[in-house]
């Protein structure tokens, strides 16, 4: 089976290197990295990626929008997305919900358990 490719797009430095490691090391996947949500449809759209993890809040372009534009791409509509958000109030949940998204992992995450969280979300586990 071929590698699973996940894009992480995130604006802080240090959330997307540990998540990377962790993704890279632990679940063995090839990871690309983005820090903004326009950085971020570019590679999707570039790269084709077997998922997305996605950051909520960031300047600019925020998650949301980024989501709604990966959705709204032909190119990039079936990539899987989990959000990835300090934001769990049940309030915030049902809007994911809504939204469509694979999934929600609460920051800050537990980098040892990250990519089986992915996996189990994704059902490659």
Known sequence: ????????????????????????????????TADSGNRGLE??????????????????????????????DPQTREIPVILLTAKVQSADRQKFDRLGVSGVISKPFEPMSLAEEVAHILGWS
Do not use: C, H, N, Y
């Open 1 to 32: 089976m071929a590698t699973k490719r996940i894009l992480l797009i995130d604006d802080e430095d240090d959330i997307r290197e540990i998540a990377q490691l962790s993704l890279e090391m632990i679940g063995g996947w090839t990871v690309a």
């Open 43 to 72: 590679t999707a759209r570039a790269q084709r990626p077997d998922a997305i993890l996605l950051d909520v809040m960031m300047p600019g372009l925020d998650g949301f929008a980024t989501f709604q534009k990966l959705q709204a």
